[in-house]
């Protein structure tokens, strides 16, 4: 709608002319109404065409405000328009919704004036007001057709394209999927030609296809043809066509809409390539093969079939196949055909017909035909095995006569498969060892035949010279070695490894081996002394500890006594007393751990211990000595160590009382300095915390400091030996620091002071407040991350403190190994990943470790390999682990020593086996 076009000087004159102006506001169909210039905008006029649109009378909107009828949602916006364009513009068009009495609301469109006076002053304003109501429902279908339209062309994968329904068929729309399938942006194809994009080869049949729908009504047929992408390369593509006409019928357009259906053509082409293979490999196959129908009759077979049973594809096609099989086989046959039938692969011998008369044994492999996932039929694979069978009975034959002379001679002779399993053995050698023939056929006993060297030493299970002949495939001969029988009982024997070599190809080994236990006194010998060694340790344990009672009554009672003293001289003897009764509980206490440690039942108790507090507690037992000598002793803490690790508190503060005692005793001037800080490690997965013991005492001579972890060695000088002891607090920390995965040291020179450091290495996910990137030092490219190769390890623990100390340990050796709580969680982590090596714990809630193993084996036979956690070390407990499935064995407490000997002995064995 125009800006209002009356002039001041008609309005003046029509103003004058009453008549005429009720004229133009009584018979005009838009609403005219002059506004009071104000914030109100109030009706000074309005025609009587206000009541048509809105419903109010001229009169009930005299003297209101204009902006009273604006609807709510366009009010603010309406007023600021109107508002801001008169005073810039002095006029204003406009479209809104105007509310009605009744409550609806209508669109408008008005257009407002500013109306002068004579001397140029704004009087009034002139509005005049339009209902446009329908005009916009027409321009919102429009936009909503417009809309629906473009979001099925921008939107479809298929390129929609509009043409001129001429010889060229030139472009006048293409959707923006062209861009996508073709590489060409719609502008880039509009005036095109619509040919120039069609494949030379195809441009004629594009033609025909273009000329034949002209005259077709219905639904037309697609046409197929290439496409030309921008990059040069085709499109193949299928085209639907449709001709589009003007009132006198004559064509107008032409729409198309076109799919990319290059891999659909390429999918049939292999298709169509897989069908001739698949040909190829039933006509052509040397290995007879037929199809039969559901029902078992056959529908096709190869030459090979043919020539195998003499019959042609046309002498048995439709037939069954049951006369062609032996009357005695036929049950079985329709056994395994119908287990097919039911879509499960079966594979068996029987003997069929040949079309002459003969009989012939067969191998068949019954696979069933899958037709959209139903079974249509079956597919019979032949391979004649009479030849083959007519050789097995000769070399059964072969197999007696070799068991008459084995069981004629008087050595012992078995042998074993690739993997150790016994295939055969003779009566000599089973009675040598002690097993049944039947109950040693077809089982792994390498391991408990050769247990122990020559020397005694134990062997490595998994490792012993039997084993690694048979592994690396070397003869081996060993003129002393011990055997085992089944009742754990030794022998002294010589024998000799000898690989089988069947068609160039390793397949075994056999063992001759002979008794010699005339010499075995050796070895029983060395067994006495080994008990008397035992005997020693489990002497030195009982002993101090029984000394320890006594020893605690005396030193409790002369303490009891010394306090009823009443003489200065009585007092000093009580005191000697009471310090040669302590250092005599310490030579105890000593003897005690020692012969813990070396029966190997020291067990740490691990919990939260504070390093602060901690050396606090060492420092104030040395206050009163350290005075005496007029020595200070400090501590000092890295700040970037937490506050508490994990440890076993009561054996650090027996390491540390027994240097810093040695360092305040060997110390006359100067002090003690007690630190921990954190050392820096190319491990992110571990933190290493050093405490060092530094004096200024008169040091130690380089050529005495190997002597000092040795048990009841002290070093050779006179003024070391006037302290006394027993040589023996060293050595005890050592082992201690030892069992904790740490390590200890020692630098000092003569008259230079010594310093005595132990680390302990700790996981550091229980630490996530130590930043370890700045721990950390430049990895060398030389040093592997894994001490022993890759491998996958599962521990399977329940007890916190050995999860830790077992995941600290293989940390350390550069493993992070997965962890679970009981045995039904290893057996359920071993079916979602595959691992090379599981620390079993024996004693598990839910599920022990042993039937986790048997469940375990169940699934897996020879991997992974299980090594048992126990704290039972006698060899009734090791038998029933190996007969679960366990492969070897550690008991508690855990060492270091002996996870590190386990990851070494399997990672070589899982290294030479298959580990897919």
């Known amino acids: 709608m125009s800006e209002v076009t009356i002039s001041e000087e008609v309005y003046q004159r029509l103003l004058s002319n009453e008549k005429h102006y009720q004229n133009i506001m009584d018979y005009s169909n838009d609403m005219i109404s002059r506004h009071q210039i104000n914030t109100a905008s109030t009706y000074l006029s309005v025609s009587d065409a206000a009541y048509t649109l809105t419903g109010y009378t001229p009169e009930e909107l005299l003297g209101t405000s204009g902006y009273l009828y604006i609807h709510p949602e366009d009010a603010p916006q309406v007023i600021e328009y109107i508002n801001v364009s008169l005073i810039m513009n002095h006029h204003v068009t406009i479209v809104y919704r105007i509310l009605r009495k009744d409550g609806s609301f209508f669109w408008a469109e008005s257009a407002c004036h500013y109306l002068y006076d004579e001397q140029g002053r704004k009087k009034e304003v002139l509005s005049i007001t339009r209902d446009i109501t329908e005009r916009k429902l027409i321009e919102e279908q429009l936009q909503y057709s ?123 082409k292999r298709l169509r390539e897989s069908e001739s293979r698949y040909k190829s490999l039933f006509e052509h196959n040397p290995t007879g093969i037929n199809a039969l129908s559901i029902d078992g009759t056959y529908l ?259 303490e009891l006594l010394f306090d009823t003293l009443e003489t200065q001289e009585q007092r000093e003897y009580a005191e000697i007393i009471i310090d040669s009764n302590n250092a005599l509980l310490k030579i105890l206490n000593e003897l005690l751990d020692f012969s813990k440690i070396e029966a190997g039942r020291m067990e740490l108790e691990y919990g939260e211990v504070n390093i602060q507090h901690l050396l606090d507690q060492v420092t104030d037992i040395f206050v009163t000595p350290v005075q005496e000598k007029k020595l200070f002793i400090n501590t000092h803490i890295d700040p970037k160590l937490p506050s508490y690790i994990i440890g076993d508190e009561d054996r650090l503060r027996q390491v540390l009382i027994n240097l810093v005692g040695n360092a305040v005793k060997f110390t006359e001037h100067g002090g003690v300095l007690i630190s921990a800080h954190l050392k820096p490690q190319v491990d ?161 809630p839910i599920m022990d470790g042993m039937e986790a193993t048997r469940r375990i084996r169940q699934q897996h036979k020879s991997s992974p390999i299980i090594v048992a956690v126990t704290a039972f070390a006698r060899k009734e407990e090791q038998l029933l682990c190996m007969e679960s499935g366990m492969q070897d064995f550690v008991s508690k407490p855990l060492r270091i020593t002996n996870i590190e000997a386990q990851l070494e002995k399997w990672s070589e064995y899982i290294r030479t086996h298959d580990r897919k």
């Open 300 to 558: 096709a077979m190869n030459k090979s079939m043919e020539d195998l049973l003499g019959y042609t594809n046309e002498d048995l096609k439709n037939k069954p196949f049951e006369p062609v099989a032996h009357p005695d086989d036929l049950a079985k046959t329709n056994y395994h055909f119908e287990l097919a039938k039911k879509g499960e692969t079966q594979t068996y011998e029987i003997r069929t017909f040949h079309k002459d008369g003969h009989v012939i044994e067969v191998h068949v492999t019954n696979v069933p035909i899958y037709v959209e996932n139903e079974v249509v039929g079956v597919y019979g694979i032949i391979n004649d095995i009479t030849e083959r069978n007519q050789y097995l009975a000769k070399i059964k034959d072969l197999s007696n006569q070799q068991e008459l002379i084995l069981n004629s001679v008087s050595e012992g002779i078995f042998g074993v498969d690739l993997e150790g399993n016994t295939t055969f053995i003779n009566p000599a050698g089973s009675a040598m060892l002690g097993y049944d023939v039947n109950l040693m056929m077809n089982e792994y006993h390498l391991k408990q035949i050769e247990q122990s060297q020559p020397d005694g030493s134990p062997a490595l299970a998994g490792d012993t010279p039997i084993m690694r002949s048979l592994s690396d495939g070397q003869p081996l001969y060993r003129e002393e070695a011990v055997l085992w029988r089944q009742d754990n009982s030794s022998f002294l024997a010589s024998y000799r490894v000898t690989p089988i070599i069947d068609n160039g190809e390793r397949v075994g080994a056999v063992i001759v081996f002979r008794d010699r236990t005339e010499e075995n006194e050796v070895i029983r010998a060395r067994e006495i002394a080994e008990q008397a060694d035992r005997a020693k340790s489990e002497f030195l344990a009982i002993i101090s500890h029984e000394l320890r009672t006594p020893m605690n009554g005396m030193i409790g009672m002369i």
């Open 684 to 844: 992110a997965q571990s933190i290493v915390i050093e405490f060092s013991i530094q004096d200024t005492g008169h040091g130690i001579p380089e050529d005495q400091q190997a002597k000092l972890f040795q048990p009841f060695s002290q070093i050779g000088t006179a003024t070391n030996r006037r302290y006394g002891g027993t040589g023996l607090g060293l050595s005890i920390c050592k082992k201690i620091i030892e069992l904790m995965g740490g390590s200890i040291r020692v630098e000092s020179n003569s008259n230079r002071g010594a310093t005595f450091a132990f680390t302990l290495t700790l996981n550091a996910a229980d630490y996530p407040e130590i930043d370890m990137t700045t721990q950390q030092i430049a990895a060398q490219p030389s040093v592997p991350t894994s001490l022993y190769g890759p491998l996958r390890i599962l521990v399977a623990e329940d007890n916190a403190t050995n999860q830790k100390v077992l995941l600290t340990i293989l940390s350390k050796r550069g493993y992070q190994a997965d962890l679970v709580e009981n045995g039904a969680a290893a057996v359920e982590a071993t079916t979602r990943k595959k691992y090379d090596l599981i620390f079993m714990d024996v004693n598990m």
């Open 146 to 268: 417009e809309w629906q339209m473009r979001l099925i062309t921008d939107h479809t994968s298929d390129l929609i394209s509009r043409h001129v329904a001429n010889s060229d068929v030139t472009y006048l729309y293409a959707s923006p999927a062209c861009k996508t399938l073709l590489g060409y942006t719609p502008e880039e194809m509009l005036g095109k030609n619509g040919l120039s994009y069609v494949h030379e080869d195809d441009v004629e049949k594009v033609r025909n296809y273009l000329t034949a729908v002209q005259y077709v009504q219905s639904d037309p047929e697609a046409v197929i043809f290439r496409f030309k992408r921008k990059d040069g390369t085709y499109m193949w593509s299928e085209t639907t066509c449709r001709y589009t006409y003007d009132e006198q019928g004559e064509l107008e357009y032409l729409v198309a809409v076109s799919r990319d259906i290059t891999e659909r053509r390429e999918q049939e």
